[in-house]
Nanobody
Framework: QVQLVESGGGLVQAGGSLRLSCAAS????????VGWFRQAPGKEREFVAA????????YYADSVKGRFTISRDNAKNTAFLQMNSLKPEDTAIYYC?????????????????WGQGTQVTVSS
């Protein structure tokens, strides 16, 4: 079992930055890929970024490529999402998730464990 807790969300002006953290419990965290997803009001939850178990592979949605960076520190059982040049359309609840690595890393069904989410609000 892996339990995930996100933190670092908040209110920021457009163009600003936030760094989200995803703290995991359980010694098996380093075996799992980690994904970040987000859900805006009235919209479906969507893929944002994913990182392989050892950090060698990182993948991004086109909408955040070049602005967001996903990383992890397995020694600290923590994953991160650095978000720069934020836009109002980035406003959403952000969720981290963990699961066995899959080529379908962008699909929510590939992840077994989910955090409760953290709110990110970007004002214009």
């Amino acid at each position: 079992q892996v339990q995930l807790v996100e933190s670092g969300g908040g209110l920021v002006q457009a163009g600003g930055s936030l760094r989200l953290s995803c703290a995991a419990s359980g010694r098996t965290f380093s075996r799992f890929a980690v994904g970040w997803f987000r859900q805006a009001p009235g919209k479906e939850r969507e893929f944002v970024a994913a990182i392989s178990w050892n950090g060698d592979g990182t993948y991004y949605a086109d909408s955040v490529k070049g602005r967001f960076t996903i990383s992890r520190d397995n020694a600290k059982n923590t994953a991160f999402l650095q978000m720069n040049s934020l836009k109002p359309e980035d406003t959403a609840i952000y969720y981290c998730a963990a699961g066995r690595w899959s080529r379908y890393y962008y699909s929510q069904t590939e992840y077994n464990y989910w955090g409760q989410g953290t709110q990110v609000t970007v004002s214009s």
